[in-house]
């Protein structure tokens, strides 16, 4: 169930993250076979007209959770919903999160979690696994993955106090398994324990709506978490990459690093980079519990532009979305008490279209960059390149025909995700997903979606990717510490 015979692409600008350049795209059996000027029709294709319109690599949402079991419910947009909601957005891979409970095999989790995924997918995925404890079992169950079930990312969390959270000695030993296995360490970068005190705090000060979670968790403590990350990865020589990047001061700090030398990449989401943490101050409970999410979304309105302009700059390199979606029914398990509110949002939609709108129609950067943010950088990182990420022959035939022009309302009443709430609703935006190919496949046709369950394949990450890597071992080489030879005196 992968291709639907020969397809030809024709007459559109091809945008890779290096070039644009006019060019017709063949696909056939699911792989990109020819790219060039005025392809002849190959017998019985199928050909779409793509002239005026961009031919770029379908997007990767590099963090997703589809179903995920939390906080006394479960994500409502599943693997299928949620991925036919990524494909109907332009996105063509995504990759998610295997998160264990404390005490629960790492493997298990994965297999249960491609279990969940097997059966539903509309498009490709990968996985994250997350290290929500620490001892020897997990140790070399991240190996195992490593080696033989395609995982090169683990996240550790440095939030959720009592459950995920790992505590800074965990957080190093983590980080040392991650370099000694050629794998790059992620960190939901929150202080644990300032949360839970500032949200008692705040409790019994009476604040229990959802800008008591907004309060809790200022800007500062994220900043302090993602410089605290850094420092403990450099110290340990492991490559680090900061999951949803909310703040401008986390994202200074990511900036900082980089540019003292650490080998850190910074991931905005879409909700971060499109909408504002001011909606927690609604007087609807509805509206503002729907916003909740960690870290929360900032109250300074700027920060969206300012993130917009550190991911056109390279001070970040790719983004997610963190899509984690709960009903108003399920939000208001958190009526009367903030942190029981169900933290997520959506975005695996409306990814492409935000990053369009707010960073290429405004001038921020070129579809050059965007194709880079939204699909190249991931594949690179992430070590799927170049069968995901670009459009050249051999590669996957994951690719979008993409109008920039035309626009479209957001809105919770005609978006393809289960929840019954939008944080873009009633955003104009640019840059519309005309057609979506999938591995060869026509996910969507003209604006409308014929998504497939369990259409979509695992796509394995292989360690020792060598966008992140190559660095890591030459300095290995040269930076080794030597003792002083007192042997003369
Ligand atoms: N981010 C969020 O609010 N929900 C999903 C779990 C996590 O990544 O923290
Ligand atoms: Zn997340």
Same mark, same amino acid.
């Given at each position: 169930?992968?291709d639907?015979?020969?397809?030809l692409?024709?007459?559109?600008?091809?945008?890779?993250?290096?070039?644009?350049?006019d060019?017709?795209v063949?696909v056939?059996k699911?792989?990109?076979q020819?790219?060039?000027?005025?392809?002849?029709v190959?017998e019985?294709?199928?050909?779409?007209?793509?002239?005026g319109?961009?031919?770029?690599?379908?997007g990767?949402d590099?963090?997703?959770?589809?179903q995920?079991p939390?906080? $006394? %419910?479960?994500? /409502?947009? *599943? @693997?299928?919903w949620?991925? #036919?909601?990524?494909?109907?957005? $332009? %996105?063509?891979? /995504?990759? *998610? @999160?295997?998160?264990?409970? #404390?005490?629960e095999?790492?493997?298990?989790?994965y297999?249960k979690?491609?279990n969940?995924?097997?059966e539903?997918?509309?498009?490709?995925?990968?996985f994250?696994?997350?290290?929500?404890?620490?001892s020897?079992?997990v140790?070399?169950?991240m190996?195992?993955?490593?080696k033989d079930?395609?995982?090169?990312?683990?996240?550790?969390?440095?939030?959720?106090?009592d459950?995920?959270?790992?505590?800074?000695e965990?957080?190093?030993?983590?980080?040392t398994?991650?370099?000694?296995?050629g794998a790059l360490?992620q960190v939901h970068?929150?202080?644990?324990?300032?949360i839970?005190?500032?949200g008692?705090?705040?409790?019994a000060?009476?604040?229990t709506?959802?800008e008591?979670?907004?309060?809790?968790?200022?800007e500062?403590?994220e900043?302090?978490?993602?410089?605290?990350a850094c420092?403990l990865?450099?110290?340990?020589?492991?490559?680090?990459y900061?999951v949803?990047?909310?703040?401008?001061?986390?994202a200074?700090v990511?900036?900082?690093?980089?540019?003292?030398g650490?080998?850190?990449?910074?991931?905005?989401?879409a909700a971060?980079?499109?909408?504002?943490?001011?909606h927690y101050?609604?007087?609807?409970?509805?509206h503002a519990a729907?916003h909740?999410m960690?870290?929360p979304?900032?109250p300074d309105?700027?920060?969206?532009a300012?993130?917009?302009?550190?991911?056109?700059n390279?001070?970040?390199q790719?983004?997610?979305?963190d899509?984690?979606?709960?009903?108003s029914?399920?939000?208001a398990?958190?009526?009367?008490?903030?942190?029981?509110?169900?933290?997520?949002?959506?975005?695996?939609e409306?990814?492409?279209?935000?990053?369009?709108?707010?960073?290429v129609?405004?001038?921020?950067?070129?579809?050059r960059?965007f194709?880079?943010?939204?699909s190249?950088s991931?594949?690179k990182?992430?070590?799927?390149?170049?069968?995901?990420?670009?459009?050249a022959?051999?590669?996957?035939?994951?690719?979008i025909?993409?109008?920039?022009?035309t626009?479209?309302?957001?809105?919770a009443?005609?978006?393809?995700?289960?929840?019954d709430?939008?944080?873009?609703?009633?955003?104009?935006?640019?840059?519309?997903?005309?057609?979506v190919?999938?591995?060869?496949?026509?996910?969507?046709?003209?604006?409308?979606v014929?998504a497939?369950?369990?259409?979509?394949r695992?796509?394995?990450?292989?360690g020792?990717?060598?966008?992140v890597?190559?660095?890591v071992?030459?300095?290995?080489?040269?930076?080794?510490?030597?003792?002083?030879?007192r042997?003369?005196?």
């Amino acid at each position: 169930m992968t291709d639907q015979g020969p397809l030809l692409i024709r007459g559109g600008k091809v945008v890779n993250d290096d070039r644009i350049f006019d060019a017709d795209v063949f696909v056939d059996k699911g792989i990109i076979q020819a790219v060039g000027p005025d392809l002849a029709v190959p017998e019985g294709a199928f050909v779409i007209d793509a002239a005026g319109k961009y031919v770029m690599p379908g997007g990767i949402d590099t963090h997703t959770h589809m179903q995920l079991p939390f906080m $006394g %419910t479960a994500a /409502i947009d *599943d @693997f299928y919903w949620g991925t #036919r909601a990524a494909l109907a957005g $332009g %996105t063509t891979m /995504i990759i *998610d @999160f295997v998160l264990p409970q #404390r005490g629960e095999s790492l493997l298990d989790a994965y297999s249960k979690w491609r279990n969940w995924a097997d059966e539903k997918v509309c498009c490709d995925y990968g996985f994250h696994v997350g290290v929500t404890w620490w001892s020897e079992q997990v140790k070399q169950e991240m190996a195992e993955l490593v080696k033989d079930k395609g995982v090169n990312s683990f996240k550790m969390f440095m939030a959720y106090k009592d459950t995920w959270q790992l505590l800074d000695e965990d957080l190093l030993k983590a980080f040392t398994q991650c370099k000694a296995i050629g794998a790059l360490a992620q960190v939901h970068a929150e202080n644990g324990d300032v949360i839970k005190e500032m949200g008692n705090r705040m409790l019994a000060a009476g604040i229990t709506g959802p800008e008591g979670h907004a309060l809790c968790r200022p800007e500062e403590v994220e900043a302090e978490a993602t410089n605290r990350a850094c420092v403990l990865a450099n110290q340990v020589g492991c490559p680090l990459y900061i999951v949803h990047v909310m703040s401008r001061a986390a994202a200074d700090v990511v900036s900082a690093k980089r540019r003292q030398g650490h080998v850190v990449y910074g991931e905005p989401v879409a909700a971060g980079l499109g909408t504002d943490g001011t909606h927690y101050w609604s007087t609807c409970w509805r509206h503002a519990a729907a916003h909740v999410m960690g870290p929360p979304l900032r109250p300074d309105p700027s920060t969206p532009a300012y993130l917009m302009d550190m991911l056109a700059n390279n001070d970040l390199q790719c983004t997610g979305t963190d899509n984690c979606t709960f009903t108003s029914e399920q939000k208001a398990l958190g009526k009367g008490d903030f942190t029981k509110i169900p933290n997520g949002v959506n975005g695996v939609e409306d990814r492409m279209s935000i990053i369009w709108e707010r960073g290429v129609c405004s001038g921020k950067m070129d579809p050059r960059r965007f194709v880079a943010v939204t699909s190249t950088s991931a594949a690179k990182i992430f070590n799927i390149y170049p069968r995901k990420g670009v459009i050249a022959v051999g590669s996957d035939a994951d690719l979008i025909v993409w109008n920039g022009e035309t626009s479209r309302v957001i809105s919770a009443s005609t978006h393809h995700q289960r929840c019954d709430f939008n944080v873009f609703e009633g955003q104009t935006v640019r840059g519309v997903a005309e057609w979506v190919v999938s591995r060869g496949r026509v996910c969507v046709r003209q604006g409308q979606v014929e998504a497939v369950r369990a259409a979509g394949r695992f796509v394995p990450t292989p360690g020792y990717s060598p966008e992140v890597y190559l660095r890591v071992q030459q300095r290995d080489k040269t930076r080794t510490p030597h003792a002083v030879d007192r042997s003369e005196s």
